[in-house]
């Protein structure tokens, strides 16, 4: 299996604006958060990526993204009838090969550029299956994030077989079916935002568009994968980063400049404003 | 391996099932002792909840029951005070090792087995306790709410669509209403939680859901109601529109204050359902911070309502159970833990929630059965306890989950005819009785675990009555399925529990039975034991005619026993209708999203005295909504008049006015308006209080030995019993029966007459406590030639009604004279000084309870204190029933009574050979005329003989004790401290022989001068004016609401007869007798160990009951 394609989402109302928004990166370039997702991407061998976008917004995106002109494709999901449904409307793009999917609204700091998605594809490639990348995370976040319910699988001790997903579930419900044997107690594997999807995700949401009336969501479309096919979580030990959330993309912007080439100057610069606001405090 | 401890530990249920009672019968003294040195042994080895428990309750069973009567356990050791505060403070491990010492010091003896049995009772109840709240923790779903301790850890939302006000200003309101439940097979209370977890294939319940409503006043509907809404205010505000409460909560600490205001319920459910979850309790945080998580918004918060649609208290439908439920429900919805905003409930959030309300109910210090949740449940179901299996956090715990199965019975099961029929054939009444079930409960499971013969048997037959009421329900024969709960309740229910039934349940099974002969199909208890909810089957033709004679039948059944039964209201017969939907809800939007009506007879005289520019856009927008829907909504109707009923105050002085009736009762009953300010004076002031109760602490106090008293535990001479047989022969002896007490402790300070209350099954009717003492009269009159005088003794509570109910029961036949001393002094109560309450909580040793229990009983003292505060400490009571607010004013006046009340001199005059009368108290039971108890006293030449018991664990208050040199009686009261008592061996029972020449004596007067008032009055003043005064805190209960009740400590002052021992001129003399004969019956709790141990048959044998 070899994974040549990604799909970026981007069309959600409130997103809309996010992979537009500037960063310094971690070589100390200006750079949209688009290009920095796409350079994820590249970075794991991917070729052509298509981006899911509110119909209208492509002449912007492009804008921020001139490198990669040649290898992005805008594809437009003419209503919002959400997350299930953005993915489902790069079904033609895909044509039934496996494929990467990343949001748009998260940004991934690793060991090195582009180590995420790179890892993902890598698992995926060799293990033959889908594969979400995932991460421990704390009860009270669950009302943000896709929940696996999973077993340990092989030895590698950072993969687990999914056995299903739920949407952002209560902690009741999350204890009640998504407790992962040798989690700590109120940690739970959320998604990452990054996954490796195969053509089977689209043969359910191609049903679940047809036969639903509120809004599909991936995390039910991969619980029914999950349910007919081998699909793994690979536990990340990366950090991901939510843009949209308050402070995000201050956030985003410290942990990708902390873990690059200006590493020291932000590091002072952050110095000097706390030790300037305790003068100011004191006066 | 020892017989018991193979017997607890064997597979094979034939040997597991084996009594205890038949093993200890055969058993020596010593193989007992080893048996018990087996069993502690084996309870600390082994890791089984089951075998460790099962051990406990043998090890209390054999020293409760089998090694007291031994005579090698006839020592009389003390018992250590350390071990006592152990177990006072549940430390039940070190308290055994205590008394263990004792008995392996002083080798084995019936005080120390007292307090052994206490302990390992005390320590099994405890174990199952811990166990059950570790399993509702442990639950998946549970166990997240006790690791959240910050708002940042805070993981529930609020749904968007109760967050959304539309076009109005006014926030959505979501309506939760669930059914109760009734229980059709009883079930032998085998939805008790322990029950369930050690005996799954036992624990089966036929449980539906109902709607009710008085009958004859509305449709019946779901009973319980709860509603939510979001509120522009960042606080928790909570309302019980039908007990009138409401509070509007700004700190965190506040929500886990249970018993702070009557919202306990509704503070138990917001957590249980992880509103508020458990974790944050002491947390600190902030309750703000918290709602603005919840919410998504700071300064929004969250108004939860509950509403009970006319169901008194007590109904036993579990009532309080499915209004936790209705409530957690709510929050669970509201909250995205139950998938469904509204509609029914599937079966996954049932079972959430009926967990949740098992936890509620922990947290609330309260616990109903396994089955109590079943309304959230549709229509009828099978309830069954499931076998723990691998994965479930009981597996090698116990034998079964904590949560049961419900199997839902379809219309295939149960035909919707045989419900129609069901419905037309049932009558369901609540006949007002005010009942504690608690002590029930736990005779349940300790009785289960001894597998005594009787109660086994009892208990397989209930479980194959199951089968048959099941069996009967399919075939739609509701006239057989009569039979069947009638069988039920005649046979295994009483003979589990014979305190399940009652004289007044009984009454009207006979009466109902004698007027609708074979149209009543039969009884069926409801819940924990008869007298509250309760069923009565009828052929559907009389049902209507029966559902009117039933009420008027209750009516006047309780008229006749209210004297001496207490009844929480006025019996009522309900309409109900089986519930085929289960817990279900609405969400209320736009100008549909009001409270319930009565919310704001509650509500709105609040917002009207606020000033309109403070009020927040919600509360504007609904004053003018709800307005609107009064001016035309025909629902509102009347809502104009009520609100002005809450709005301005009523008069409280008409003629009819409890004040009033307070004021013409002092005036009746001779109230000494100068000594009650004297003595308000002097508690005010500090001089009277109770730790001025206490004697000097330079007293001398030392223990009396056996051989400085007479021991009349074993036979005595023959000399002595001839002397007192010719006495009795010669008429002169009178019995004087103490009356005049509302017995506080047995019914919670209920005020009815203790003396009438008809209290155990005896020669195979209830007797009351007068007439078990007339019995004995009888057999002596009998037995000696002569029928002695008897003297009840009675106060302003207790005169009236006893002298109908002698009247009505023509004295239960007795032959000889009987006479009623009516009480001559009355006192007022007083409301506590809170340094009072302080030193009765605070200093003196309390009994520690469960820990949330003892969490909400701190929270409960620290309001009462407050409330002494406020209403002024050493005020009068007066907000109450007149005669709640009187108490009498100590024994010690008793005598005095029969001496101002004319009764002893017309009882001289017409038995001049009356020289000596044997007083006891009504609750002593085994105080019968003992000729050779007579001769010692008539030898002894005393004016008082005084009867004693060894010290027993629970003989609290004093006893005799050698003071500063002399022999006498000591109040507890009196005592300096708590400790000094574990050094006195006897207790006093309060049983006396009075030798009346020489007790006249001591008055300075003499038969003659009997007849003279004035010089009686004054030897009474003079001997009054030596004796102490006591100040003691009582319990009064408070009815209001519908079968409501409060709990008041108020402040009384007595005197106590004791105190006569202590004058230097009073010849005293003092026998040690058997326990059967001294000890008293104080609370409910006793009767069934009093039963067990045999007394009850020996009181029977010395009885003979009046046959008309």
């Known amino acids: 299996m070899k994974i040549r394609k990604a799909v970026i989402t981007a069309a959600a109302k409130s997103q809309r604006r996010l992979p537009l928004q500037n960063l310094i990166d971690r070589d100390g370039q200006e750079r949209s958060v688009l290009a920095i997702l796409i350079e994820e991407a590249v970075k794991a061998q991917i070729e052509e990526i298509g981006v899911v976008v509110w119909p209208g917004d492509e002449a912007a995106y492009e804008q921020v993204i001139p490198e990669h002109a040649a290898r992005v494709r805008f594809i437009p999901q003419p209503a919002p009838r959400g997350y299930g449904h953005a993915v489902w409307c790069a079904r033609e793009f895909t044509a039934g090969d496996p494929f990467l999917h990343l949001v748009s609204d998260h940004l991934y700091v690793g060991a090195a550029a582009g180590a995420c998605a790179s890892r993902v594809v890598e698992v995926a490639e060799a293990e033959r299956c889908a594969v979400s990348a995932v991460q421990a995370t704390h009860e009270s976040l669950l009302t943000v994030y896709g929940v696996v319910g999973a077993q340990r699988a092989g030895a590698a001790g950072d993969r687990y077989r999914i056995e299903t997903v739920v949407e952002k579930p209560t902690p009741t419900e999350a204890e009640q079916r998504l407790v992962v044997p040798g989690m700590r107690a109120g940690y739970y594997l959320c998604f990452f935002g990054i996954h490796v999807l195969t053509p089977a995700i689209m043969d359910i949401l191609d049903e679940t568009v047809a036969t639903s009336t509120t809004r599909v969501t991936l995390s039910q479309a991969l619980a029914q994968v999950a349910a007919k096919e081998r699909c793994l979580a690979l536990e990340m030990n990366a950090r991901r980063y939510d843009v949209g959330a308050r402070y995000g993309l201050l956030t985003a912007q410290l942990a990708l400049a902390l873990s690059g080439r200006d590493r020291d100057e932000v590091l002072t610069m952050l110095v000097r404003l706390l030790a300037v606001q305790e003068h100011v405090d004191r006066v | 391996m020892s017989e018991l401890a193979r017997i607890i530990t064997a597979a094979d249920p034939a040997a597991r099932d084996r009594a205890l009672d038949s093993y200890c019968r ?71 090792r205590a008394f263990l010492a004792v008995q392996r010091r002083e080798g084995p003896s019936a005080p120390v087995s007292s307090a052994l ?71 032998g209370w085998s939805d008790i939680f322990f029950l369930g977890m050690d005996y799954p294939e036992g624990a089966r319940v036929l449980n539906i859901s109902i709607d009710l409503s008085l009958h004859g006043q509305a449709e019946p509907a779901p009973p319980v109601e709860a509603w939510l809404r979001v509120i522009d205010q960042p606080v928790l505000r909570l309302a019980s529109v039908d007990l009138r409460a409401e509070a509007e909560i700004t700190s965190l600490a506040e929500v886990f204050d249970f018993a702070r205001d009557y919202l306990g319920l509704l503070k138990s459910a917001v957590i ?8 944050l309790e002491g947390s600190g945080q902030s309750l703000a911070d918290l709602l603005a998580r919840l919410t998504g918004s700071p300064g929004l918060g969250i108004e939860i309502v509950s509403k009970v649609n006319d169901i008194p208290k007590g109904s036993r439908l579990a009532v309080s159970t499915n209004l936790l439920a209705c409530l957690i429900s709510a929050c669970m919805r509201a909250t995205s833990q139950i998938p469904a905003l509204t509609g029914p409930l599937e079966e996954a959030a049932r079972r959430l929630v009926a967990a949740r309300a098992i936890l509620g109910e922990w947290l609330g210090g309260s616990g109903g059965g396994w089955q109590d949740s079943g309304g959230v449940w549709p229509g009828i179901k099978l309830i069954e306890g499931e076998p723990a299996a691998e994965g479930d956090v009981e597996f090698g715990v116990s034998r079964g989950r904590l949560l049961p199965r419900h199997r839902l019975f379809g219309p295939d099961v149960v035909k919707p005819e045989t419900r129609e029929l069901l419905q037309n054939s049932l009558v369901l009444v609540h006949g007002g009785m005010a009942q504690d079930v608690g002590p029930i409960l736990e005779m349940v499971t300790e009785r289960y675990l001894l597998r005594s013969a009787q109660e086994w048997l009892g208990r397989q037959e209930a479980i194959s009555l199951l089968d048959q009421i099941v069996a009967q329900l399919r075939q739609g024969d509701v006239r057989a399925l009569g039979s069947l709960t009638q069988r039920n309740y005649d046979g295994p229910i009483q003979t589990i529990i014979p305190w399940a039934g009652n004289h007044y349940t009984a009454a009207l099974i006979e009466q109902v039975r004698a007027e609708f002969g074979s149209a009543f199909w039969g009884f069926w208890m409801l819940g924990g034991m008869a007298g509250g909810g309760m069923g009565f089957l009828f052929d559907p033709k009389v049902q209507p005619r029966a559902k009117q004679r039933l009420a008027e039948i209750m009516s006047a059944t309780r008229r006749r026993l209210e004297g001496g039964v207490p009844f929480a209201m006025e019996p009522v017969v309900y309409d109900f209708r089986i519930n085929e939907h289960g817990s279900t809800a609405e969400l209320r939007e736009g100008a549909r999203a009001l409270m319930p009506p009565s919310y704001y007879t509650l509500r709105v005289p609040a917002l009207l005295r606020q000033e309109q520019r403070s009020l927040t856009r919600s509360q504007r927008a609904e004053l003018e909504r709800f307005g609107d829907a009064c001016r035309h909504e025909p629902a509102l109707r009347g809502m104009t008049a009520d609100l002005i009923d809450h709005l301005l105050p009523q008069s409280q002085d008409d003629p009819g006015s409890a004040p009033r009736r307070l004021r013409a009762l002092l005036d009746d009953l001779g109230f000494d308006a100068a000594h009650h300010e004297k003595i308000r004076a002097e ?120 002298a109908a109910h002698l009247e009505r029961e023509a004295n239960y036949g007795y032959e000889g004279p009987l006479h009623l001393s009516p009480g001559r002094s009355v006192g007022l109560r007083l409301i506590p000084m809170a340094r009072d309450l302080r030193f009765a909580w605070e200093e003196m040793p309390q009994q520690q309870l469960d820990v949330q229990k003892q969490k909400v009983i701190e929270s409960a003292r620290a309001s009462l204190i407050q409330w002494a505060l406020g209403a002024g400490e050493g005020s009068d009571y007066t907000d109450n029933l007149p005669l709640q607010c009187l108490h009498p004013v100590g024994h010690w006046y008793e005598f005095p009574n029969l001496l101002r009340n004319g009764v002893l001199r017309d009882l001289l005059a017409e038995r001049p050979g009356v020289r000596h009368l044997l007083l006891h108290n009504i609750d002593t039971l085994g105080a019968e005329i003992d000729p050779a108890l007579f001769g010692l006293h008539l030898e002894s030449e005393a004016a008082l003989t005084v009867e004693v018991i060894g010290r027993w664990l629970d003989d609290r208050g004093g006893g005799l004790a050698r003071i500063d040199g002399r022999i006498r009686l000591i109040e507890g009261l009196a005592l300096p401290s708590e400790e000094i008592e574990f050094d006195l061996s006897w207790y006093n029972t309060g049983t006396m022989w009075i030798g009346i020449d020489r007790t006249l004596a001591l008055f300075g007067l003499t038969r003659a001068d009997l007849g003279d008032e004035a010089k009686v009055a004054a030897g009474v003043r003079a001997l009054a004016a030596r004796m102490p005064t006591y100040i003691t805190l009582k319990d009064v209960k408070k009815r209001w609401g519908r079968g409501q009740e409060d709990i008041f400590p108020v402040t009384q002052f007595e005197k106590l007869w004791g105190d006569m021992s202590a004058l230097a001129e009073a010849p005293c003399a003092y026998a040690a007798v058997p326990r059967r004969r001294g000890q008293q019956l104080k609370e409910v709790a006793q009767l069934d160990s009093w039963w067990r141990d045999g007394s009850a048959a020996w009181l029977e044998s010395v009885c003979e009951f009046f046959q008309p």
């Open chain 2, 117 to 187: 049995a206490a302990a390992y009772r005390g320590l099994a109840f405890q174990t199952l306790a811990d166990q059950v709240r570790r399993s509702v923790r442990a639950v998946r779903g549970n166990q997240w709410m006790f690791r959240t301790g910050h708002p940042g850890d805070y993981a529930l939302r609020l749904r968007p669509e109760l967050l959304s006000r539309g076009d109005t200003a006014l926030f959505p309101v979501l309506r939760e209403t669930t059914p109760v439940r009734m229980d059709l097979s009883h079930s």
């Open chain 2, 26 to 96: 055969s058993a020596s003294t010593a193989a007992l002792l080893d048996e018990c040195a087996a069993l502690e042994e084996l309870r600390h080895a082994s890791p089984n909840l089951y075998e460790r428990v099962r051990a406990l309750f043998f090890l209390a069973a054999i020293h409760r029951f089998h090694l007291p009567d031994r005579p090698e356990a006839a020592g009389n050791a003390l018992l250590p005070f350390t071990g006592y505060q152990h177990l006072l403070g549940r430390r039940y491990e070190e308290a055994i």
């Open chain 2, 683 to 802: 508690l005010r002031a500090g001089r009277i209080g109770l730790s001025q109760n206490r004697l000097p602490v330079s007293s001398r106090i030392e223990d009396v030995g056996p051989d400085e008293i007479h021991d009349a535990r074993q036979p005595l001479p023959d000399r002595l019993r001839r002397l007192g047989e010719q006495a009795l022969a010669d008429g002169a002896l009178a019995i004087v029966s103490l009356a005049g007490g509302a017995g506080s402790r047995w019914t919670h300070g209920a005020g009815v007459v203790k003396a009438l209350n008809p209290f155990a099954r005896l020669a195979g009717r209830h007797r009351t406590f007068v007439e078990v003492h007339l019995a004995k009269s009888r057999r002596a009159a009998r037995l000696f030639g002569s029928a002695p005088p008897h003297i009840f003794t009675t106060s302003y509570l207790t005169h009236a009604p006893m």
């Open chain 2, 272 to 279: 249980a359902s992880g509103l508020i979850p458990p974790g």
